[in-house]
């Protein structure tokens, strides 16, 4: 089994920033795509950005030209740099890790994390 945990969210003004990181662990595993998703009081849950082993990306348009996602595959691990945060971005952040297990034969499956809370008020 895999397991996600994010850490990273807080409180910031309206024009801050903030870094979210997510890191992947269990036994042996790879990750194709990876991403963030969020889900803010009273809304569905919806799309931040999302990227693939080979670098490939994709940003809702709310987000685009302020978030930034990367990876580090050795580290199995993905971030989400939030610049320009305004209040609408407030939410609970979850990582969403599409996941190949190698046990006695290969299992892919969604995994996801526990959220982390990111809150932008004055």
């Known amino acids: 089994q895999v397991q996600l945990v994010e850490s990273g969210g807080g409180l910031v003004q309206p024009g801050g920033s903030l870094r979210l990181s997510c890191t992947a662990s269990g036994r042996r595993f790879s990750i194709n795509r990876m991403g963030w998703y969020r889900q803010a009081p009273g809304k569905q849950r919806e799309l931040v950005a999302t990227a693939t082993n080979d670098g490939s990306t994709n940003y809702a348009d709310s987000v685009k030209g302020r978030f930034t996602i990367s990876r580090d595959n050795a580290k199995n691990t993905v971030y989400l740099q939030m610049d320009s945060l305004k209040p609408e971005d407030t939410a609970i952040y979850y990582c969403?890790?599409?996941?190949?297990?190698?046990?006695?034969?290969?299992?892919?499956?969604?995994?996801w994390g526990q959220g982390t809370q990111v809150t932008v008020s004055f």
């Open positions: 969403l890790a599409d996941v190949l297990i190698f046990s006695s034969y290969t299992i892919r499956g969604d995994y």
